[in-house]
């Protein structure tokens, strides 16, 4: 297992009081699987993947990433936040390869894994342009390759679509789930939409309102060979969907 959460809880202390957002999380995910976590707004789904980042402590239990306990961000997990943030003023290039100059892993042969990594997935003519000058699902791209760069061995994904309308939304899901396969990559995803969920992942975690425990999980087992626009087409995946929205229990 290449993450462990056990009994994951988490009180935020605030001027206001305390606020728990995680009470109970435990899962696993295997090496090379793509996990999602769908939960009412606020429920703590972010703070979860904060906790597996290591940029939020546990107030109890534990988080083991590649047999090691997380208390710190470290380099075999890489985050790709919500909103792509591509520093306008660089270059397609200078921002891909941010990560290694922060990391400073900028050495030859990480730079020549970017170049492949932006030709492979349709960017290298874009190399000297400005994100301005990229569609929304370029840029998207972009995010998810400087996120590669640094060769993490897992990625957290938090609504890293939110920003896209629906259409763009659809196309952009299917690409980066291409990506991430091919690359063998470990994903969990925080997203609010259960189409989405479904349509990208091997399981689908659903969290319980605040403070979060895991309700239930769902194994997409006979869909993991179909790419995200074909599973929408299966009578599996509407199932899956009504499942899971009685069980979110949205109007609660
Ligand atoms: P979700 O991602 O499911 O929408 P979050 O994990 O962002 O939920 O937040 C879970 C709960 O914790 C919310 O009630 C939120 O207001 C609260 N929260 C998040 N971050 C902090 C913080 N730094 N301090 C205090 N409360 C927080």
């Given at each position: 297992m290449i993450i462990q959460i056990r009994n994951a809880a988490l009180t935020y202390q605030s001027l206001n009081g305390e606020v728990e957002a995680l009470r109970d999380v435990s899962f696993d995910m295997e090496e090379g699987e793509l996990c999602s976590i769908v939960g009412p707004s606020g429920c703590g789904k972010s703070t979860l993947l904060g906790a597996v980042a290591g940029l939020e402590q546990l107030s109890s239990g534990e988080v083991i990433v590649d047999g090691e306990n997380v208390s710190a961000p470290s380099a075999k997990v890489g985050l790709?936040?919500?909103?792509?943030?591509?520093?306008?003023?660089?270059?397609?290039?200078?921002?891909?390869?941010?990560?290694?100059?922060?990391?400073?892993?900028?050495?030859?042969?990480?730079?020549?894994?970017?170049?492949?990594?932006?030709?492979?997935?349709?960017?290298?003519?874009?190399?000297?342009?400005?994100?301005?000058?990229?569609?929304?699902?370029?840029?998207?791209?972009?995010?998810?390759?400087?996120?590669?760069?640094?060769?993490?061995?897992?990625?957290?994904?938090?609504?890293?679509?939110?920003?896209?309308?629906?259409?763009?939304?659809?196309?952009?899901?299917?690409?980066?789930?291409?990506?991430?396969?091919?690359?063998?990559?470990?994903?969990?995803?925080?997203?609010?939409?259960?189409?989405?969920?479904?349509?990208?992942?091997?399981?689908?975690?659903?969290?319980?309102?605040?403070?979060?425990?895991?309700?239930?999980?769902?194994?997409m087992e006979e869909l993991r060979s179909l790419s995200p626009l074909q599973r929408r087409d299966e009578a599996t995946f509407h199932i899956h969907f009504n499942t899971i929205w009685k069980e979110l229990d949205i109007h609660a």
């Open positions: 790709m936040p919500q909103r792509d943030q591509l520093f306008e003023w660089k270059t397609i290039w200078d921002n891909v390869t941010l990560g290694l100059r922060v990391q400073k892993q900028d050495t030859p042969a990480k730079r020549a894994y970017v170049r492949e990594l932006l030709e492979r997935y349709g960017l290298s003519e874009f190399m000297h342009k400005r994100p301005a000058q990229l569609s929304g699902g370029m840029r998207q791209r972009c995010a998810l390759i400087r996120t590669l760069a640094t060769e993490p061995r897992i990625l957290l994904l938090d609504e890293p679509f939110s920003s896209l309308d629906y259409q763009t939304r659809l196309a952009v899901s299917a690409d980066i789930h291409a990506i991430l396969r091919r690359e063998g990559k470990t994903a969990l995803l925080v997203t609010h939409d259960i189409s989405e969920a479904i349509s990208m992942s091997d399981r689908v975690i659903v969290l319980s309102h605040r403070p979060a425990v895991v309700k239930s999980i769902h194994d």
